[in-house]
């Protein structure tokens, strides 16, 4: 932000994610923590920084995907990393995001 203050930065949040272990489905990503904790948490740790500084803004991939439990199957392809469909929907939420982004920002 010193070399560039008036760059727009966008933090993007983590999607949907599945854990396996033994080849069997453990656990999603609200559920497993390694220790740095679940990925709500990490969501929301993006979120406070974007709000600590200008120009700073945040995307929440949890929120605005529908990738859920019930259907990661069709939009991630190894359980954690999106396939076409997972990266379609990303794009057009992305986009329509910046755009948002944007117009708060013009003039």
Do not use: W
């Amino acid at each position: 932000q010193k070399v560039c203050p008036d760059a727009k930065i966008v933090l993007s949040s983590i999607t949907y994610c599945v854990f396996y272990g033994n080849g069997i489905e453990t656990q999603d990503g609200y559920e497993k923590n390694y220790g740095g904790g679940y990925i709500n948490d990490y969501r929301d740790a993006m979120e406070n920084v974007a709000a600590e500084y200008e120009n700073v803004y945040f995307i929440d991939n949890l929120e605005n995907l529908d990738i859920n439990q019930e259907n990661y199957m069709n939009y991630l392809h190894d359980e954690m990393h999106l396939n076409y469909a997972g990266q379609e929907m990303y794009v057009d939420s992305f986009v329509e995001e910046l755009e948002k982004i944007e117009s708060r920002t013009d003039g």
